[in-house]
């Protein structure tokens, strides 16, 4: 069985996050970084790995040079191999494209299992993974919170505000998983080493039959107007509890926003 | 004017308040189509009542059955024939993936998370933690915009909904995620969580007593709320957990008792109208994000607060 993995490479959360000129993220500001929601997919892949025999773990990233370092962190962690989808008339690509670019990279990598993150973390949008499967034409099991493969099934739960179910789907299919699926491991030093032989390829638009035109700021079908910092909060009010004068601040802050 | 389609959410069997904003929000563009999965005439007098002109029932057993995928299959007939302005839908986790999947069968372009809405259907997004505003219009195909909770107080509009069932084919291609079993989770009995006015939420610092947390919510009326830290923690369920991989919540107060406020827990709650922070960490950055600071310890200062917010209430 192959496991096909969707990383992203994204800005470090923990940094200056910001906008470019041309209002996409900004590459620059910050270090990027696996992302982390997409650790839990690669650490769910490498689990099915290694419970099962003949499973094998293909990490596949789109994105600009820099994202190599996103497919190195999962081939530290223990993929197997990598793809790099990278061609410059992909950047500032939308979620539509990206899906297209990445359902194209999957119909020429023929896994049997896609397994992504619930979301990545700059956009945010957690539409990816269902956009895939749409193209496809595959089952989607998203938003695992637990994940099985077994007899060509792959069984999640997932957990809705109201109730806990229990989804199936036959293989080929996207699953997704949360945070909840499980601690993502640290690459060992021997994965670090080891990850310096790994193979990556790099696949460009051209080797996915997708017309360089449809594809990247350009072409996007929703347009930013502007982008703005949010201004600088002012500094609130910071009491001490000394005297129960905290209780008190607190309670009258509450009758003056009219919340009692 | 032209009709925006609003996808109308139930729990059991109640229009949620979302949907009232999405209902309002609509009105700014044309007039409401609600779709509603299921049989929409029991909902159809409170969807009227704030401006569905049409309540659209998408009936079929695989809706039920399957995830996500027949939603959108049979919304996007919906779509095609009525060829609305929008389609406007909650942002919650199944509406973002109706949206995403909607999105590509028409071949339209797509907002995820709009905290705003304008006449001419251009959006706000709060992005990065909310440390940046974006504004964006779609400009390809039916604009497909989920909108977050609270991004407006419902208002009411009284009109006659029409009932009617829309014929709608559920194929074979939908039919791929089975739901094989749903447990029911048995309610707290408080508001929902993304959607309350309050939410007061307890982090490491509770120590694992959330109790002072849940008696100062009910006092208020409010939601609990948990960080991810007392979550991971076992301390509180998952599904309660606010911040980048929980829920993104918008409340006019957010009372954060015992957090310290990493950038995970302030992507979920850094939008909220007025912020609370109780800590006994004086240099805990929640407090940078604070119209109320108390350096303090939360077993006391909640109890405390608890006790004279009833007394007030006599």
Redesign the interface.
Known sequence: MKILVLVKHVPD??GE???AAD?TVDREATDGLLSE?DEYAVEQALRVAEDGDGVEVVVLTVGPDDAADAIKRALQMGASAGIHVLDEAIAGS???AT?EILAAAVRKAEPDLVLCG?AS????????P??V???L???????G?TLEVADGVV?IR?????????????LP?VVSV???SGEARYPSMKGILSAKKKPVETWELSDLGIDAGSVGLDA???????????PP?E????????D?A??????E???A?K?? | MSDVVVVAELADGHVTKPTLELLTLARRIGSPVAVVFGDGASVAPTLGEYGATAVLSAVDPALEEYLVAPKAEALAQIVAERSPAAVLITSSAEGKEIAGRLAVKLGAGLITDATDLAADGSTTQSVFAGNWTVRASVGHGVPVVTVKPNAVAPEPAPTAAAVSEAVVTISEASKGARIVKSEPKSASGRPELTEAAIVVSGGRGTGGDFAAVEALADALGAAVGASRAAVDSGWYPHAYQVGQTGKTVSPQLYLAAGISGAIQHRAGMQTSKAIVAVNKDSEAPIFALADLGVVGDLQTVLPAVTEQVKARKG
């Not at chain 1, 973390?121 to 990816?128: E, F, K, L, W, Y």
């Not at chain 1, 034409?137 to 938003?143: D, F, I, M, R, Y």
């Not at chain 1, 997932?158 to 036959?170: K, M, Y």
């Not at chain 1, 996007?220 to 502007?226: G, Q």
């Open positions: 959360a923990t996050r910001g906008f209002h929601l939308d979620a539509l899906s619930m973390t700059d956009g945010a949008m957690g539409v990816v269902v956009m499967a749409e193209r034409g595959w089952p989607a099991a998203t938003l919170a069984t997932r957990d809705t505000d109201t109730a806990s179910l229990t989804v199936e789907a036959n299919a949360t945070d909840q996007a079908w929703s347009t930013v107007a502007d982008t703005t910092p949010r909060k500094a609130g009010k910071v009491v001490s509890d000394a129960g905290g209780a008190t601040a607190l309670v802050f509450l009758a926003g919340f009692i």
